[in-house]
């Protein structure tokens, strides 16, 4: 399979937000989001065998795994090797963007998934059928641009009752929307949701790869 890099990091999002974590970021992606962060991830990247990604996966020696892109889902092969790396002992995330299938992802990892605003310019591409796949593990995440955004992600969060279903997370898109205005709207509303930062962009930059 294609693989853009593999490296080690602090995972920066999510409920796992602190905790060391080796990241497989996959090549390919079939959405261009407005604020993507990743573009070098389209195309950039070298085959390399599930083997080879397990061994150097295991040489880090990190339990915490998280299977990134691009979208790892384009490719078929990450469903196989998300089912090794499980059975070798690794927890496993599975960072997606909602607009591909996650019913045939081993049920042992954790599904995070993106529920893509109008702000991204790809709402229209969400496979909103992954909500009845999702399961009380997995997590649900929104990156907003705006106050429109907000309230859409607001709107989504009661029709579909997501939090019954697992953990949600708002997102301020970063360098775009203030983390403090964002958390100003939750707590006036008073949403059960959690605020999900960019952990390793505060630390590290917005422009460094391999965190």
Avoid at 51 to 68: P, R
Avoid at 172 to 190: C, M, Q, S, Y
Wanted: hydrophobic share 35%; charged share 25%.
């Amino acid at each position: 399979m294609k693989i853009c890099e593999i490296f080690t990091s602090i995972q920066g999002e999510s409920s796992y937000a602190g905790m060391p974590c080796t990241f497989v970021r996959t090549t390919g992606c079939n959405l261009r989001c407005s604020y993507c962060d990743t573009k070098y991830a389209y195309d950039e990247g070298i085959e390399l065998t599930e083997a080879e990604i397990i061994s150097e996966v295991e040489l880090i020696g990190v339990n915490l795994l998280t299977i990134t892109g691009g979208e790892p889902l384009l490719q078929e092969e990450t469903f196989h090797l998300t089912e090794r790396l499980i059975s070798e002992g690794h927890k496993v995330l599975i960072e997606t963007n909602g607009a591909m299938s996650i019913k045939d992802v081993d049920s042992r990892a954790v599904i995070v998934l993106d529920i893509k605003t109008p702000g991204s310019g790809m709402w229209e591409e969400m496979d909103l059928s992954n909500l009845d796949y999702i399961k009380p593990t997995d997590e649900i995440k929104f990156v907003l641009t705006d106050r429109a955004d907000y309230e859409w992600s607001k709107d989504m969060l009661h029709k579909y009752n997501l939090r019954a279903k697992c953990q949600v997370f708002f997102a301020p898109a970063f360098g775009i929307l203030l983390p403090e205005t964002l958390v100003k709207w939750i707590l006036e509303d008073r949403l059960d949701v959690r605020l999900n930062l960019q952990m390793h962009k505060y630390i590290y930059g917005s422009d460094r790869r391999g965190i």
